[in-house]
C-alpha cells in the first residue's frame, strides 16, 4: 500500500474555510474494500476517528478524503484497507503557500543569518519530501523534476549561501495566527517569464510551469496563496515591455489551474543591482518596478511588497538579514490581503503627485501615500527620491505623517518654468535606476515602494495610449518622401499591440528586426468631450510622421532611439468629436521599437475658473 498524492509523513495539509482539512488523496494497493482511517495526537485517539471510513479501493487503487481534522497538529495517521496498512507520522492542518520566481526566492542570503527551524512550519523539498523549513529551500542537485537539472546541470549547493524570505514568512504567519505552515519550493535562479510560460505546462516536469503544478497536485490540489518574486531577468530590451502582459496571463493561468480563481498572490517589487550603471539599465530596471507596483490595479486580490530599502549580501540577492524583514513583510502583506482579523494595513502605496506652493513661495512637489502605518521617517536624512532630469537635482525631502515634501531650488522654477518642468516627461521617481539609496519608511518599518518616472501635472493629463493598434510591416523607403494619408494605403493590416505604462511596441518586432527598409503604422482614437486646446506628448525611436484624421500635423526624419515619453510636444485645437490619430514610424532598418502618447488639456486653470468640469480625451477601445 503506497500513497501517490495528497498524503506525506511530515505535511502541512490546507485546511478549509471551517478550520479542517479536506484533504485528497490517492495511490496504490493489493486489497479490495473501504479505506479507513485512524488519528492520533498527542498519543491519544481523535475522537470520531478510531477507523472512520474515507474511501475506497478497487483493481489496485485507493482514493479517499480527509475532511474535518482540526487544524493543528502533529498528527499520526494509520491508513488501512483490510489487512494492508500503512502509518504516516507528523501531519498538520493549517496553511500552503507556492513558493514561485527567481534567485531572490530561492535564497542566495548568507546563511548565517537563517532563522531557526521551528517544527510547525514546513517545507515540501525539491526531492518531494517534508520536513521543518529550514534554509536552504532549493536544492537542485536533489531535485526530482527534470527542468531544475536541466536548467543547471551539476549544480551544488554553497554552504554559504542559501536565505530566502519563505521560512521567515512561515514562521511570521504562525506566530501571528498559531496555525501551523507549509511552503512548497518551486522556485529557480535566473528564470524569465518565458520560462515560466503555463503554455508549456504540457512538458510536466520538464518546465517550470508544469513542476510547480505537479508540486500542488501531490500536496492535495489546494493552498493558501502564491509568493512570487521574480523580474530581474525581464529587465531586458525585449521583454520588458511585455511583463505586465506576461505576468497577468500567468496569474491567470495559475488561477485557472489551481481552481482557485482568487487566488490570494504577493509578489515583490524587485530590489537594487549595484554592478550595472548604463542608462538604458536604470530605465528598464524602473519600467520592471513601475509595472509590478501597478499590477495589483489590474489583478485583483493581488498585492505587491516594496524591497528598494534592503541591504544585499551580493550585487543582486537579498542579505539573509533582510530576508527575514522581506518574510515578515510578505506575512504582514498576506494577512491584510486575506482580511485576517487583526492584520496590518496593505503595503504602502502611492497616491499622489501635485504641484504646490510653500509657505515662503517656494514652489515644492506633495507626494502623498495610503496605507502608512503612524508617519513617514528615515534613519538620518530622508533619501530616494530623484528627478529622471538629474538625479541629483533633488536636494531635500520632507517626510511627515503620510506625505513627503520635496522643494524645488530657488524661485527659477516658479511661473512658466515651472509650468513647462512639470510638463516634462523627466519626472519624479523613487527608488531610480538599479542602485538607489532609499530610506523612508513608515512607523512600523515599511518601505516606500519604488515608482516612476511619473509626470506630476497629471490632473491635465490622460494616460498613455492603451488601446493601439499596429499594422503588419510595408516595405517601402524608410526617407516617408513618398508618404500619403494612412486612410490611403490599401491592405493595411491591424492587430492589437501590446502596452507597457509609457509605449507601445509590437509583439512580434523581433520576427521583423532585419535591415530591410520598412515602416509600420500605430493608431488609435480619441473622443473628444468638448473643443479645446491640447498638446500632444509623443515619444519614438524611427523617423516618423503623425496624422490626425489622416491630416499631417508632426514630421521629425532624424527620429533614433530610445523612445524618449512625451520628448515632442505636438499642440492641437481639438473639436469635439472623434479623432483617430496615426503614427507612420520608419523601422530605421530594424532598430526602431515603437511609440508613446498622451494628451494634456492645455489651459485647465482657465476652464476650472469658468466653473466649468475639466474634461479630458478619452481613448476609444
Known amino acids: 500500500m503506497k500513497v501517490v498524492k495528497g498524503l506525506f509523513s511530515g505535511m502541512v495539509m490546507q485546511r478549509d474555510a471551517k478550520g479542517g482539512s479536506c484533504q485528497i488523496f490517492s495511490g496504490i494497493c493489493q486489497n479490495t474494500g473501504t479505506v479507513s482511517v485512524a488519528v492520533i495526537k498527542a498519543g491519544k485517539m481523535l475522537k470520531n476517528w478510531q477507523a472512520k471510513i474515507v474511501g475506497q479501493a478497487a483493481k ?60 510547525e512550519v514546513r517545507a515540501f523539498y525539491l526531492d518531494n519530501h ?8 532549493h536544492r537542485f542537485d536533489i531535485a526530482l523534476a527534470e527542468i531544475h537539472q536541466k536548467l543547471n546541470p551539476g549544480w551544488k549547493p554553497n554552504p554559504g549561501k542559501g536565505v530566502g524570505p519563505a521560512v521567515a514568512f512561515g514562521q511570521a504567519m ?30 510536466g516536469n520538464g518546465s517550470l510551469y508544469g513542476a510547480m503544478l505537479e508540486r500542488f497536485k501531490l500536496n492535495g490540489g489546494r493552498i493558501a496563496g502564491l509568493l512570487w518574486y521574480q523580474g530581474c531577468a525581464d529587465a531586458i530590451v525585449d521583454a520588458a515591455p511585455l511583463y505586465t502582459k506576461r505576468m497577468t496571463e500567468f496569474i491567470k493561468a495559475v488561477r485557472k489551474d489551481f481552481h482557485q480563481p482568487d487566488l490570494p498572490v504577493a509578489i515583490v517589487q524587485i530590489g537594487r543591482l549595484t554592478d550595472q550603471c548604463e542608462a538604458m539599465i536604470d530605465r528598464l530596471w524602473m519600467s520592471i518596478r513601475e509595472q509590478q507596483r501597478l499590477l495589483p490595479k489590474r489583478l485583483k486580490n493581488l498585492t505587491c511588497v516594496p524591497v528598494i530599502d534592503l541591504d544585499t549580501d551580493d550585487p543582486i540577492h537579498l542579505s539573509g538579514k533582510d530576508q527575514i524583514v522581506l518574510g515578515r513583510r510578505l506575512a504582514e502583506a498576506m494577512r491584510s490581503l486575506r482580511k485576517e482579523r487583526g492584520a496590518l494595513p496593505p503595503p504602502i502605496e502611492l497616491d499622489s503627485v501635485q504641484s504646490v506652493m510653500l509657505p515662503n513661495g517656494i514652489a515644492a512637489v506633495e507626494v502623498k501615500f495610503k496605507n502608512v502605518i503612524g508617519t513617514l521617517q528615515s534613519a538620518g536624512r530622508p533619501v530616494g527620491f530623484a528627478s529622471t532630469r538629474s538625479i541629483n537635482e533633488i536636494f531635500k525631502c520632507i517626510p511627515s505623517g503620510n506625505k513627503v515634501v520635496i522643494p524645488l531650488w530657488t524661485s527659477m522654477f516658479i511661473g512658466d518654468e515651472l509650468k513647462k518642468r512639470l510638463r516634462s516627461e523627466q519626472g519624479l521617481c523613487y527608488g531610480y535606476g538599479t542602485n538607489p539609496y532609499c530610506n523612508i519608511v513608515d512607523s512600523a518599518g515599511r518601505s516606500l515602494p519604488a515608482f516612476g518616472p511619473l509626470q506630476t501635472g497629471a490632473s491635465s493629463l490622460t494616460d498613455y495610449a492603451r488601446n493601439m493598434e499596429v499594422s503588419d510591416p510595408v516595405f517601402v523607403k524608410e526617407s516617408m518622401d513618398h508618404l500619403v494619408a494612412p486612410s490611403s ?83 492641437q485645437h481639438w473639436p469635439n468629436g472623434r479623432h483617430e490619430l496615426v503614427f507612420a514610424l520608419a523601422l530605421n532598418h530594424g532598430s526602431a521599437w515603437g511609440v508613446s502618447l498622451r494628451i494634456e488639456r492645455c489651459n485647465v486653470k482657465r476652464t476650472a475658473a469658468a466653473g466649468k468640469t475639466v474634461l479630458l ?3 476609444i477601445d
Open 489 to 571: 494605403q490599401n491592405g493595411l493590416i491591424f492587430h492589437r499591440a501590446p502596452s507597457t505604462d509609457y509605449y507601445v511596441t509590437p509583439s512580434d518586432r523581433i520576427k521583423y528586426a532585419d535591415p530591410k527598409e520598412k515602416i509600420r503604422y500605430f493608431r488609435t482614437a480619441y473622443n473628444c468631450p468638448e473643443e479645446m486646446d491640447v498638446a500632444l506628448l509623443i515619444g519614438y525611436d524611427g523617423p516618423v510622421i503623425l496624422y490626425d484624421n489622416d491630416r499631417e500635423i508632426f514630421r521629425d526624419p532624424n527620429g533614433a532611439n530610445p523612445i524618449i515619453a512625451a520628448g515632442k510636444v505636438v499642440k
Open 130 to 137: 517534508w520536513a521543518a523549513a529550514r534554509d536552504p529551500l
Open 617 to 619: 480625451p478619452v481613448e
Open 60 to 119: 489496485g487503487v485507493f482514493n479517499g478524503v480527509l475532511s474535518g481534522i482540526p487544524t493543528g497538529g502533529p498528527y499520526q495517521i494509520t491508513l488501512a484497507i483490510g489487512t494492508e496498512k500503512l502509518k504516516l507520522r507528523d501531519l498538520y492542518v493549517g496553511d500552503l503557500w507556492m513558493l514561485g520566481g527567481q534567485s531572490n526566492m530561492e535564497g542566495v542570503g548568507n546563511l548565517i543569518d537563517a532563522p531557526r527551524p521551528i517544527k
Open 174 to 203: 504562525f506566530k501571528t495566527t498559531g496555525v501551523p505552515q507549509g511552503v512548497i519550493a518551486s522556485a529557480h535562479g535566473g528564470t524569465t517569464m518565458v520560462q515560466w510560460s503555463p503554455t508549456l505546462k504540457k512538458l
